[in-house]
């Protein structure tokens, strides 16, 4: 029930729910604030529409920042797991390196001893060259 009225034909008092007991017709109020309402309820949507098209853009920024953050994380973790190859491989390559410089260290002796070999047979040989004179 939107009115109700005492007496026939205008309404001499009329009571209305959200408006009360008024003297005459409560109808041109009525309007009135059904018409206000309306025109907020419109604003209301008109706002609410944007902040749905904004919501909207902010929902597909955060989709790209997370498909580009999970590709982050799969070259990151291809990384780690490259991490963890050298991290096993290093006690290898250090003993591979290890024996590299003990074969080196051994080499550069027998260097040195027949560098000291040559240096004797040189002196011993130059004195029984004769020189020749051209």
């Given at each position: 029930m939107e009115q109700f009225a005492v007496g026939?034909?205008?309404?001499?008092?009329?009571?209305?729910?959200?408006?009360?007991?008024?003297?005459?017709?409560s109808t041109k109020e009525y309007?009135?604030?059904?018409?206000?309402?309306?025109?907020?309820l419109q604003v209301r949507l008109k706002s609410a529409q944007v902040g749905l098209k904004s919501a909207d853009k902010?929902?597909?920024?955060?989709e790209q920042a997370n498909a580009r953050g999970d590709q982050q994380l799969k070259v990151l973790q291809g990384r780690l797991e490259d991490v963890d190859?050298?991290?096993?491989?290093?006690?290898?390559?250090?003993r591979a390196l290890s024996m590299a410089r003990d074969q080196l260290m051994a080499i550069e002796a027998k260097l040195d001893i027949l560098e000291g070999a040559?240096?004797?047979?040189?002196?011993?040989?130059?004195?029984?060259?004769?020189?020749?004179?051209?």
């Open positions: 026939f034909g205008h309404a001499i008092v009329s009571w209305r729910k959200g408006l009360g007991f008024r003297w005459g017709s309007e009135k604030r059904a018409r206000e309402h309306s025109e907020t902010h929902t597909r920024r955060l190859h050298l991290r096993r491989a290093l006690p290898v390559t250090d040559a240096n004797v047979l040189d002196l011993r040989t130059r004195g029984h060259v004769t020189p020749t004179s051209g």
